[in-house]
């Protein structure tokens, strides 16, 4: 009886590929996220509830601030590893991506507010998701302004700006499904609208302590916060709507044009990592053989 002749070839595996998955959000992780964004809430706005006698500005709390974020960041990394969403390969992408953030951000700041780091961040916290995503625009942020000696009273508040802006794309709906085009259009729009808020959120950082301003745009201390918001309005309009529509625009063309590519190698990078892998032990197929002992060594041989 002669038996088949078996195949050479390989059998090919039915098992459909895995997709990209973001670095996952704990608990821990989330409380940490959640505490951030309050207090930079609270650094942005409290000067619009503050006395007209108290004489406090951003140039003074800065420093405070500055002390409280970086913590907190560590927090954000440490509860995420903590609550296994983060490994070492995440680690190590966030230091890549950050490092190349900051090496984009000079090739455009000072000219007409064009900043191509702005799509690296949409695209790296869509893919990676929200909590990579403000761990990744606050780093990136820090790590420009020492690139470019942009260090001052503005930098925490650029750190917790860029944080947002990156958690933003990471919240966006759809990353299991939205693929293609329309991925690309609803990152476009959220590009384009995320620079204006960026602007503006850091404009009201700037505009409480500037001084010898027209009566209609200037901040006034102590009075009502629908009042001082109905200036803050004005003062966006007249100084910075120009800067902010060139990030705007640059972003939206950058996303367009290198999105999918970007996407894609984002993308294999993750699946490749599998920083959402669970760590398990398999079995052995069989038992494992105890060692045979020599004779005379127990007492019992002959």
């Known amino acids: 009886m002669t038996r088949p002749a078996r195949s050479t070839h390989p059998a090919r595996s039915t098992r459909p590929a895995r997709s990209a998955r973001p670095v996952r959000i704990g608990p821990r992780a989330a409380a940490a996220l959640v505490l951030v964004t309050l207090i930079g809430i609270a650094a942005f706005g409290w000067p619009l509830l503050a006395d007209r006698q108290s004489g406090l500005a951003h140039s003074q709390d800065a420093p405070w601030l500055f ?101 933003g794309a990471g919240l966006l709906p759809g990353p299991e499904r939205l693929r293609g085009r329309a991925e690309l259009l609803m990152l476009a729009a959220y590009g384009f609208l995320g620079s204006f808020a960026y602007g503006t959120v850091m404009n009201l950082q700037g505009w409480v302590i500037l001084q010898g301003m027209g009566q209609g745009i200037s901040f006034h201390p102590g009075e009502p916060v629908a009042a001082n918001l109905a200036r803050f309005v004005a003062y966006c309009l007249a100084t910075s709507v120009g800067w902010d529509l060139g990030r705007a625009a640059l972003t939206v063309v950058l996303t367009l044009t290198l999105g999918a590519t970007l996407l894609k190698a984002l993308r294999r990078a993750t699946r490749k990592a599998a920083f959402d892998a669970p760590v398990s032990f398999a079995p052995g197929t069989g038992a494992e053989p105890e060692p045979a002992l020599e004779k005379g060594t127990n007492g019992s041989g002959g």
């Not at 927090?75 to 296994?84: G, K, L, S």
């Not at 942020?141 to 508040?157: C, E, I, K, Q, R």
């Open 67 to 167: 002390a409280a974020l970086l913590p907190l960041l560590v927090a954000v990394v440490v509860a995420t590893i903590a609550d296994n969403g983060m490994d070492a390969k995440a680690v190590a992408m966030l230091g890549v991506l950050a490092a190349v953030g900051a090496a984009l951000r000079p090739l455009g700041a000072g000219t007409a507010g064009l900043e191509p780091m702005f799509f690296l961040m949409v695209l790296s916290g869509r893919v990676l998701g929200p909590g990579f995503g403000f761990v990744l625009g606050s780093v990136t942020m820090f790590a420009s302004a020492l690139l470019t000696g942009g260090v001052g009273p503005w930098m925490p508040f650029q750190m917790l700006a860029m944080g947002w802006f990156s958690l």
